[in-house]
């Protein structure tokens, strides 16, 4: 039977480490056992959860309603007069009432019906395309706080290297403050530039949990761990020309311009006055007669009272035309612009990463050994002035990289690189 007992205790001991497992697991905190999201995954996450897809669908199915009535054609009307009734002398009596049945429609002429549906059409690609655009806007916002949450990554390692280099040299010091080397106030500044250093680096890894916080807020989830190799790469600008692509800024602009240039034809059309034609019957009470009667009506233009209406329209689809000419030129200057801006970061990360980290870790070196071995040759100071030089190396690449990336940003929102995230969000 102890055998038994045996095989029991350890089956116990197996679930209660099964179940601590589990709980370990489940404490920590969303995003800390995930799979590591690149750009490109973060940002089809955002487009698949974007809020603002009910309120652009609302206003494409509103759109679309308009256009259906504006085809629709103005009704009929039927009406009833009734003449020669209650009137005095010899028509004081109902023998002498006329009744009138008519049915009466107007003519709509100079394309009205045709001018409407255009618009409407018109509408309909507008409100696409602002969507659209509201949608690769959020995307852009998403990037940049990628951007942001990638920086805040790499400023821990920043700070996690300038506290080993002050607990290194903490150490150091110690060992000469013991041996009477050093005075006592150099262990205590080292100390102190250690407590620096921790606070430091706390300050980097709450600056990373809320860039990721605020970045996993667009992707619907409490937390998130990204994938940051992206972020050091250095991705060079495409070769084809970025100021040929017809990004959706520019469509939206085009589109408006067309639906200035339908509310033109709207109001011409409205300037061609539409026939009323009427047909009935009429019934004399006098003596049971039936007749026939038709007619119509058209108005008189004696004055061109939608003059104004066109003149505006006219001023509207101008104006839409020299703000696409503008919105094309100065796209045009900014993607200059940020692509030589690129080019100039990207020279300077490279140099830095060649040139200086290389020589600030063997100045580092020379001058820490020559601290070990003592005889005054070096002093506290001076490690603590080259470990700066490293720190402030790293410092400025990490700002460069952001930087290079916040224009990445800019530039992939100006050629609308991402805007076929969107299309396959929508056909989701």
Known sequence: MFPFF???????ARSRLATTAVAALLALPAGAYAQPLSLTEVLTRAAGQDLTRPVAEARIQAAEASARQAAVKPNPTVGLDVENFAGTGDRNTVEDTETTLYWQQTLERGGKREARIGAARADIAVTRLRAQVRALDQLATVQALWVEAAAAEQAIGVAEARL???????????????????????G??????????????????????????????YLGQPDVEIDASAFTALAPTPAAPLQALEPLDLRLLEAERDAAMARIRIEEGRSVWDPTVRAGVRHFSAG???????????????????????DRARAERTAAEAEVAVARAEREREISRLIARRETTAAEVRRIEAEVLPSARRAIALVRDGFNRGGGAFT??????AQRAETDAKARRLDLLKSFNLDGVRLDRLTGRHAGLIATAESR
């Open 6 to 12: 045996g095989a029991d205790r350890a089956g116990r």
């Open 188 to 217: 205590e500044r080292a100390k102190t530039a250690v407590a620096q250093a921790r606070i430091a680096l706390d300050h980097a890894r709450d600056n990373a949990r809320n860039a990721r916080a605020a970045l996993a807020a």
């Open 164 to 186: 080993a280099a002050a607990q290194r040299l903490e150490r150091e010091t110690a060992r000469r403050v013991a041996a009477a080397r050093d005075p006592l106030f150099a």
């Open 288 to 310: 049971g007669d039936v007749a026939f009667v038709v007619g119509g009506s058209i108005p008189l233009g004696l004055k061109e009272t939608n003059r104004a209406n066109i």
């Open 380 to 385: 506290y100071l001076e490690v603590t002035e």
